[in-house]
Nanobody, 116 residues
């Protein structure tokens, strides 16, 4: 069973930065996609960024130029570097991975709060 352990959330002022990490364990397979979703209070969950097995990233329009997703294949870890954070980025961020059999797994979520 795949387990995802997230870290890096917290409270930051507008304009600040945070780096989220998500380490996957329990699988000997590579993951065809790794990414991050988020859910703000009262809103639906939305895709923030994903990165394919080949390393191709994709971003939600509102975070382009501010967020960078990357992965460490050996460590089976995905990162989300978040710069120039805005109050509207406040949400619970969830790690999401999909294995080669297209089975999806979710992390427990980490709170990101952007506030002065």
């Amino acid at each position: 069973q795949v387990q995802l352990v997230e870290s890096g959330g917290g409270l930051v002022q507008p304009g600040g930065s945070l780096r989220l990490s998500c380490a996957a364990s329990g699988s000997t397979l590579s993951f065809r996609a790794m990414g991050w979703f988020r859910r703000a209070t009262g809103k639906e969950r939305e895709l923030v960024a994903t990165i394919t097995l080949g390393g191709t990233p994709d971003y939600k329009d509102s975070v382009k130029g501010r967020f960078t997703i990357s992965r460490d294949y050996a460590k089976k870890t995905v990162y989300l570097q978040m710069n120039s954070l805005k109050p509207e980025d406040t949400a619970v961020y969830y790690c999401h991975v999909e294995d080669l059999l297209r089975r999806a797994y979710w992390g427990q979520g980490t709170q990101v709060t952007v506030s002065s």
